[in-house]
């Protein structure tokens, strides 16, 4: 069994990875946000917010495969490496198919589209632009998500770590290039979303000069039993981020229902800093998920994981919420290069309601993905499918037509803390399991030791 100071320290290593490739990440997002609204304003942080649901349909899709099928790695690669020996090969390639369905698709039934996420004759053409270059990017989200997951899971969390400051630094200049080089604004910002997760995959591809690596590329057919294991184990992280793009379409059309374009702008302002706190938590259960899947076994070990994770992240969030609370007309304005008021207005009222939530979502992430890593695919998928739609789509239209906007924002973080409720429960249960096991465990020890 690994000493205590040994499990904490690779536990660092692996969370200081993960949460830095985290807010590399986040940077882009933030500067890709602040572009847009210096180059189209207010309309283009609408915009912005009414394709993030799309954006969300990409990202999670490659959460599904990525997530499930490098737990299933991690799981398998030392006692049965024949299982997984084409297990990533097939799920990339199914994405790329899967990605270039969906640009066709787009492409095909774009107004449509548009119509569906909520713009009108405001954002309409700006919509349509921007929704047809985005689509480009959905083969190359997919296939960057699984190679992410998988390489850091083949013991090497510090190059997943390089590709995404990388890919930030990159993508940033591009960024500006597109946006105020060649004057594409917003369609611009579209191009730019592309090299991102490109950059990505160029730096990933190092890891074929990794020396402990397992990872191996085939040229093979998916098959459906393959997709279907990545799937069981992947469902949760796709739920949780399929649920940040539900989330966003319904508040969309609420917020459009109670004060129009102007308060989608606040909220495009408010959901893109709440992603860069969502990127930091996910970072730090990521962090957890590979030591505790690795360790299942060693339920010391796995115990540990949990509670450490839980103190860090409960840490970060806490000051997080205390510094946007603290620095929200500053930060409000940065995004509202057109002086707004209609914009400010609502973003000043809603940071502190929405971002209440920080530390109960921050807890709620760790839980969901911890369960996933020790086997827990039901629970987990139980916790997520609360978390992001039994409670929280309820919540946004009852408490808006209750209490009007005000009570749109509230519904983030009442849903989150009923679910940490939930949470504490489903992993008090497992933590009760694990530590009969390592009795169970340590007495079955001592019995041969005799």
Not at 26 to 51: C, E, K, Q, R
Not at 206 to 231: C, D, G, I, S
Request: proline share 3%.
């Amino acid at each position: 069994m690994k000493h205590h100071e040994s499990i904490i320290g690779e536990l660092n290593n692996y969370i200081v990875r993960n949460v830095t490739a985290s807010v590399g990440l986040s940077i882009y997002i933030l500067v890709d946000t602040l572009f847009i609204s210096m180059a189209a304003g207010a309309m283009g942080l609408t915009v912005l917010n009414l394709a993030l649901p799309i954006y969300s349909l990409f990202s999670c899709t490659g959460l599904l495969l990525g997530v499930g099928g490098a737990a299933y790695f991690s799981l398998n690669k030392i006692d049965h490496p024949e299982r997984v020996k084409t297990l990533y090969s097939e799920l990339v390639i199914f994405a790329v198919l899967l990605g270039t369905a969906v640009i066709i698709l787009i492409n095909l039934f774009t107004r449509p589209l548009a119509t569906i996420l909520g713009a009108n004759d405001q954002t309409m053409g700006m919509a349509i632009k921007y929704l047809r270059l985005m689509s480009i990017d959905a083969p190359v989200t997919m296939a960057n998500y699984i190679t992410v997951n998988f390489v850091r899971n083949d013991n090497h969390p510090g190059l997943t770590m390089r590709a995404a400051l990388i890919e930030s630094f990159v993508v940033i200049i591009f960024d500006w290039f597109f946006i105020f080089g060649l004057h594409l604004q917003i369609e611009g910002a579209a191009l730019a979303a592309v090299v991102s997760p490109a950059t990505s995959l160029i730096v990933l591809s190092f890891h074929k000069r990794f020396p402990y690596r397992q990872l191996e590329w085939h040229w093979v057919w998916p098959r459906l039993k393959t997709l279907k294991t990545a799937a069981k184990l992947g469902v949760s992280a796709c739920l949780n981020e399929l649920s940040t793009g539900v989330s966003i379409y319904v508040f969309n059309m609420v917020l459009l229902k109670l004060s129009g374009n102007y308060a989608v702008a606040a909220y495009g302002v408010i959901s893109n800093i709440a992603i860069v706190t969502v990127a930091i938590a996910n970072g730090v259960a990521l962090g957890v998920q590979p030591l505790a899947s690795r360790e299942y076994g060693t339920f010391r070990n796995v115990r540990l994981a949990l509670r450490h994770g839980i103190k860090i992240t409960a840490a970060i969030a806490v000051l997080a919420f205390v510094a946007l609370v603290a620095f929200r007309h500053p930060i409000i304005t940065l995004f509202n290069h057109d002086h707004s008021l209609q914009l400010t207005r609502h973003a000043m009222a809603g940071m502190p309601i929405y971002f209440t939530s920080t530390l109960f979502s921050a807890i709620n992430l760790l839980m969901i993905i911890f369960l996933t890593a020790i086997n827990c695919a039901t629970l987990s998928f139980s916790l997520s499918l609360l978390r992001g739609y039994v409670v929280l789509l309820p919540a946004i239209i009852l408490m808006g037509w209750l209490f009007g906007i005000n009570g749109v924002w509230a519904a983030v973080p009442v849903t989150e803390l009923l679910i940490t409720l939930v949470g504490f429960f489903l992993v008090h249960q497992q933590d009760h399991r694990l530590k009969l096991m390592e009795d169970a465990q340590r007495k079955a020890n001592l019995t041969k030791s005799a």
